[in-house]
């Protein structure tokens, strides 16, 4: 029995899988919406959730604590001034997933994962 495995290791070792969980919490931040595996939306709400919460706090400490996952400082910025002031007085939930069926090449469940509330300015795939 194995005890304290949290998390879908996603079949990627740790540091690939930060990097991918990085990248696509950036991602989200500047697009407002993404598209991606099921599995990998899981996985990354509860990295963006965590950012979001801390950016409630608008402090030096909080925005070097977010810097340590998004490396673009525009996106920092961004999460801080555009994003966090939307979800000041809620305590939690700030991501959705949307489920849309299956990737037409191996069966993958498909999702979109998108902040609540995000309205897309154009049709995307």
């Not at 500047?30 to 939306?41: A, D, E, Q, S, Y």
Request: aromatic content about 6%; proline content about 4%.
């Amino acid at each position: 029995m194995i005890h304290k495995w949290k998390g879908n290791r996603l079949g990627r070792t740790a540091s690939h899988r930060d990097a991918m969980l990085a990248n696509q919490a950036i991602s989200l931040i500047r697009h407002g919406r993404i598209k991606t595996t099921l599995p990998k939306c899981k996985e990354l709400r509860r990295v963006v959730e965590k950012l979001v919460t801390a950016a409630k706090d608008d402090t030096v400490h909080a925005r070097r604590m977010v810097n340590r996952v998004v490396h673009d400082k525009s996106m920092v910025k961004k999460l801080f001034d555009e994003i966090m002031p939307k979800f000041k007085d809620r305590p939690g939930g700030y991501t959705q997933i949307l489920k849309i069926g299956l990737r037409p090449n191996d069966g993958a469940s498909m999702a979109f994962i998108q902040f609540v509330g995000y309205e897309p300015e154009e049709e995307e795939d």
